[in-house]
């Protein structure tokens, strides 16, 4: 089998070149997102894994995948003006959709089982800090930066390309308190445990938020690791 990926590269870049490693860094708590930009083997010596058994599995999900001909978008070729729509029309209309759903079920389970699992009372009040971040996050990037970035691929508008590039910093640094408000979460559930005999709710909301992350973590990551590092590189040109 062939080494495409070993210790010294970094996690984003597995990702961006093999978007289906995602689920399996995930299963290993493996930051690709915020953390992206260092070698797998930092990560995976951080959560006292065997680095042999990590990178074996990936490189083989990476083979098998070939093998199926499976096709998978290069975010780092295609227009900014397809990463975009890609971005608003998959995660950012997820969270818009979900955000308000989980609000509902949070609370609802805090409500009901508050009184003999405590640890609810952060989870809604971590819950509600992201999705108040987000949702500013969200329209800062639809109304104001996303139509720069389009705008400078369309007229190759140097002021553009700017004033999106200026932006970075503050959206990275947004990115990476969601990223923190997510690893607290799943601190404080302890992995989303569920208690015994959890009613169908709990389980739900549990399951919900779990579902939350992985989307989050997929989201930032073609950001933070494919479009910024694109938009950057242009920039100095």
């Known amino acids: 089998m ?3 990926f070993d210790q010294t590269t970094k996690t984003g870049d597995i990702v961006a070149r093999f978007p289906r490693a995602s689920r399996l860094l995930k299963e290993y708590r493996i930051d690709f997102c915020c953390g992206g930009n260092r070698p797998i083997a930092e990560a995976i010596k951080e ?3 065997n680095a042999e058994e990590v990178l074996s599995k990936i490189n083989a999900l990476y083979q098998e995948t070939k093998e199926l001909n499976e096709t998978e978008t290069n975010w ?3 227009p900014y003006s397809r990463l975009i729509d890609y971005v608003v029309q998959t995660h950012h209309a997820y969270l818009f959709e979900v955000l308000p759903e989980l609000s509902g079920f949070v609370t609802k389970v805090y409500r009901v089982h508050g009184i003999h699992h405590p640890e609810l009372a952060n989870v809604h009040q971590l819950f509600h800090q992201l999705k108040a971040e987000l949702e500013h996050h969200l329209i ?4 104001q930066i996303f139509p720069k970035i389009k705008s400078y691929e369309e007229t190759k508008s140097e002021a553009h390309l700017a004033e999106a590039v200026k932006a970075i910093d503050v959206l990275e640094q947004e990115h990476e308190a969601c990223g923190n408000i997510l690893k607290e979460l799943r601190k404080v559930t302890n992995d989303y445990a569920l208690p015994e005999g959890a009613c169908t709710t709990y389980t739900l909301t549990y399951l919900k938020l779990d579902e939350l992350e992985t989307d989050i973590f997929q989201h930032i990551h073609l950001e933070n690791n494919i479009l910024f590092p694109r938009l950057e590189a242009e920039a100095k040109h």
Do not use: V
């Open 140 to 143: 800062q990037e639809e109304e």
């Open 2 to 4: 062939d080494t495409i």
């Open 47 to 49: 959560q006292n894994l």
């Open 76 to 78: 780092s070729e295609a």
